[in-house]
């Protein structure tokens, strides 16, 4: 098992050294000169001399490839340059970020699977039931109902039936646990429908297929009781493909957040990405790229994971 | 003709929820065409003193902060979304099958390096590409359209339509009228484009009408971060940003009923693809 997540991890390496280098390439190649492009943004001006000290300042008149080295160099160490805009460290600017985003990812996450599994699997067992066509409903309209709507309509919601609106400043989950996820709840259930109705389309249609194998017609044939053929043979098998999906569905919860903590006023990772880009900050966004394509591949590396857990013979081979 | 009315019948039968679907995305269409015809009012008229007014006879859906009729909103922002979605699914499905039949077709090194590319694109959200290619460009706005918000959108739908397309042109290649053309002496480009390209034109519609769905979805998402369509242009997304953010609470109708156009748009695209695919090929999955 280890020699099978060595391999995984290995393999994981070149992939992301790939994604640098393409990243590298759209944010300093293709746009021209990205302190003059910023500045004409900014003010609609771009002395020549300004931009010469601005070039100067953040290390991009060196030839590119020694910049690329520069940047890879940084970020082995952790260090990702600083911001044009805010002049700050960007690993300082994303670290107080990241914890709250997680946060809401993950508890995105755990409602989805805790609500898609068992939807899924139940509408595939009763296809075509009331109940299958309410799920297929839902989730089909999961994947048309905007998140950031979806956001307004809850808070429009809490506050005409409880008269309470999420509060504006954070709450660390340490100093109040109650109060934080009283806040974080919301914005992980507006992005969350989403991911549960992707989630519970793919269960539905893997558990339809398997249950269609040969292997399920002999363990009923050999009288196993119902339960077990779909606990044991049918659900074993059919989650694997919904494992990947929740992998890469995590993995793309960022793209969720970018627009659902502008509605809760969350001050997290996407909103440091649409404030990144509204000003032009290309360091920022060349690190922000950089932490989403990281956290796919290490997504992708769980799902892996899972797989070597799930399915032996992926281990032996 | 007779053929048209035939297979029109045929998906009709055979596709129950195909034809609520395109009824739908029909009504969405006539109303971005004859939108002139069909709006009470001047999208962007201000009128102070009806504002904030809630749905009744005069604003069937009310009235924004400005006053502005949010039926008539609706209506044109229809044109808005169908614009920017056809053009930048169409941009982006168009780049994406090409890239798909060449590497499919010549194999080999192509084949590899635009795989692998691919795969790289396929690791990032859909509106983190956007977004990037957002805070590249400027604005260039050519016929009331902003050309680079339509590559914005346009750009992640490409390296999942050419995944699609490689992998149908995949078994096209294999057939034997491609060996025939390649024995008559014809050139690469012809055998792609008049051999292999119609064979594809399944798929391809099929991706088409699914990202006009995305396409109207992330121009909503990009309009509502204050990063797509601009005011005072009536778009559904932008519609639920600024003024409405502060007034909802006191005139709910401002973002209710933007909200549900995005929604309706999104699931009749949706569903209309979805009933395409099966109509279509059966056997295909996207």
Same mark, same amino acid.
């Given at each position: ?18 994604? #640098? ?27 020549? #001399? ?57 508890? #995105? ?14 509408? @595939? ?108 043979? @049918? ?51 060349? #690190? ?30 | ?180 053309a390649r024995a008559a002496g014809y050139s690469d480009w012809r055998i792609i484009l008049r051999h292999m390209a119609p064979n594809v034109t399944a798929p391809y519609l099929i991706l088409f009408t699914a990202y006009i769905a995305q396409a109207i979805l992330l121009e909503a998402s990009l309009s509502f971060l204050g990063l797509g369509v601009a005011e005072p242009k009536p778009a559904w997304g932008l519609m639920l ?46």
């Amino acid at each position: 098992m280890l020699k099978y997540i060595g391999t995984r991890f290995a393999l994981m390496l070149p992939a992301l050294f790939g994604v #640098a280098v393409l990243t590298f390439v759209m944010l300093r190649i293709l746009p021209g000169d990205v302190v003059a492009a910023r500045m004409l943004a900014e003010t609609g001006q771009a002395p020549p #001399a300004l931009v010469a000290q601005e070039r100067e300042r953040l290390g991009l008149n060196k030839p590119l490839p020694a910049q690329f080295l520069d940047w890879m160099v940084g970020m082995v160490k952790g260090d990702f340059g600083v911001s044009m805009w805010t002049n700050r460290p960007i690993s300082e600017e994303i670290g107080i970020r990241l914890g709250l985003s997680l946060q809401v990812a993950v508890m #995105a996450t755990l409602i989805a699977v805790l609500v898609a599994i068992p939807l899924g699997t139940l509408s @595939a067992l009763f296809r075509n039931s009331l109940l299958d066509y309410f799920v297929r409903l839902i989730t089909i309209a999961g994947l048309a109902v905007p998140s950031f709507w979806l956001g307004m309509l809850m808070i429009l919601g809490l506050l005409t039936l409880f008269r309470w609106s999420p509060p504006v400043t954070y709450t660390p989950f340490l100093t109040d646990p109650v109060g934080n996820m009283a806040q974080l709840i919301w914005p992980a259930l507006a992005v969350g429908y989403r991911y549960a109705a992707v989630v519970a389309r793919m269960v539905r249609s893997s558990v339809i297929e398997v249950l269609r194998e040969d292997y399920i017609r002999t363990a009923r044939a050999k009288g196993v009781f119902e339960r077990l053929v779909i606990s044991r043979h @049918a659900l074993r098998n059919a989650l694997l493909p919904a494992i990947t999906v929740i992998g890469l569905e995590f993995a793309f919860l960022i793209g969720g957040l970018v627009v659902t903590e502008q509605v809760f006023n969350l001050n997290g990772i996407g909103r440091l990405f649409v404030e990144a880009v509204a000003r032009h900050d290309f360091t920022m966004i060349q #690190a922000l790229v950089m932490l989403t394509a990281v956290l796919f591949a290490i997504a992708n590396l769980a799902v892996d994971i899972c797989y070597g857990i799930f399915d032996p013979r992926l281990r032996t081979k | 003709m007779r053929r048209a009315v035939s297979l029109f019948v045929d998906f009709v039968r055979s596709q129950p929820l195909g034809i609520v679907s395109l009824v739908a995305v029909l009504v969405m269409v006539g109303c971005a065409i004859f939108a002139e015809q069909v709006a009470a009012f001047d999208p962007e008229a201000i009128d102070f003193a009806a504002m904030l007014s809630a749905p009744g006879a005069e604003h069937p859906l009310g009235t924004d902060a400005f006053g502005r009729d949010i039926l008539s909103r609706l209506i044109y922002g229809a044109r808005t979304a169908l614009a920017i979605g056809v053009l930048s699914s169409f941009i982006g499905c168009t780049l994406g099958g090409a890239i798909g039949l060449a590497s499919a077709f010549f194999g080999g090194k192509v084949d590899l390096v635009a795989q692998r590319l691919i795969d790289m694109l396929l690791s990032f959200p859909i509106i983190v590409l956007a977004l990037v290619v957002v805070a590249l460009g400027g604005k260039f706005i050519i016929a009331g359209i902003d050309v680079n918000l339509i590559l914005a959108i346009a750009v992640p739908t490409v390296p999942r339509a050419a995944r699609v397309i490689r992998a149908a042109a995949l078994s096209v290649r294999e057939m034997p009228y491609v060996d025939a053309a390649r024995a008559a002496g014809y050139s690469d480009w012809r055998i792609i484009l008049r051999h292999m390209a119609p064979n594809v034109t399944a798929p391809y519609l099929i991706l088409f009408t699914a990202y006009i769905a995305q396409a109207i979805l992330l121009e909503a998402s990009l309009s509502f971060l204050g990063l797509g369509v601009a005011e005072p242009k009536p778009a559904w997304g932008l519609m639920l940003s600024g003024t409405s953010a502060n007034f909802y609470q006191e005139a709910p109708w401002m973002i209710l009923f933007p909200g549900l156009a995005i929604s309706l748009a999104v699931f009749a695209f949706n569903l209309f693809g979805d009933a395409l695919r099966d109509w279509l090929d059966p056997k295909l999955k996207t």
